[in-house]
Structures are given as C-alpha cells and as structure tokens.
C-alpha cells in the first residue's frame, strides 16, 4: 500500500518561510511526478507546485518566484520551499504521487500566514 505523508505546516508571519516534506512509500519513487496542491477554506483544491521525474518543474502564477520544488530520489521525499509567505498562502497543503496504479493523496498539512 501506498503511504504519503506530509509534514512541515505551521503559523508562520507574512514574508517568512516554511520547508514542507512529502514521503512517499514506494520503491520506484524516482520514476513518477510528483505535484502539491492546496485547499483554502471554502475553496477548490489547486495545484501549487509539480516535479517530473526529470527533475522539471512547474508553477501556479501565483507562487512563482516565492515557492521552490525539489526532491530527493534516494530519501523518497519531495519538499516545497516556501519563501516570503502572504496571508492568501493560508491553506491545507497536500502531496500527491501519480503513479502507475493511481494518485495516492497525503492527510495533508496545514500552513496558516497571519502577524
């Protein structure tokens, strides 16, 4: 069974920084994309942030320039940097693996942007 997990949420002041984790149970971890998304209150759940197994990556408009995506094949984990937080950052932030036999979803991570 496929677990992801997420961690690295927290309360954090407008123009700070967070470092979130994602570790995915799967052997073949380095063959798949992987993407974060997140989920504001009273909102549709949007993609943030993706890495290819190339290591390319892709960014919403709104995190460009502020959001780094990364991940390390040989620790199965994929971070999401997050520099000069904005109170419209405030959201659940979840990690999604697409692999061969579905797209498995972490609990997801809380991230709350507020003096």
């Known amino acids: 069974q496929v677990q992801v997990v997420e961690s690295g949420g927290g309360l954090v002041q407008p123009g700070g920084s967070l470092r979130l984790s994602c570790t995915v149970s799967?052997?073949?971890?380095?063959?798949?994309?992987m993407t974060w998304y997140r989920r504001a209150l009273g909102q549709s759940r949007d993609l943030v942030a993706r890495?290819?197994?190339?290591?390319?990556?892709a960014y919403a408009d709104s995190v460009k320039g502020r959001f780094t995506i990364s991940r390390d094949n040989a620790k199965k984990i994929v971070y999401l940097q997050m520099n000069s937080l904005k109170p419209e950052d405030t959201a659940v932030y979840y990690c999604?693996?697409?692999?061969?036999?579905?797209?498995?979803w972490g609990q997801g991570t809380q991230v709350t942007v507020s003096s």
């Open positions: 890495i290819a197994m190339s290591g390319d990556t």
């Open positions: 999604a693996a697409q692999i061969s036999t579905g797209t498995y």
């Open positions: 799967i052997s073949t971890f380095r063959s798949y994309p």
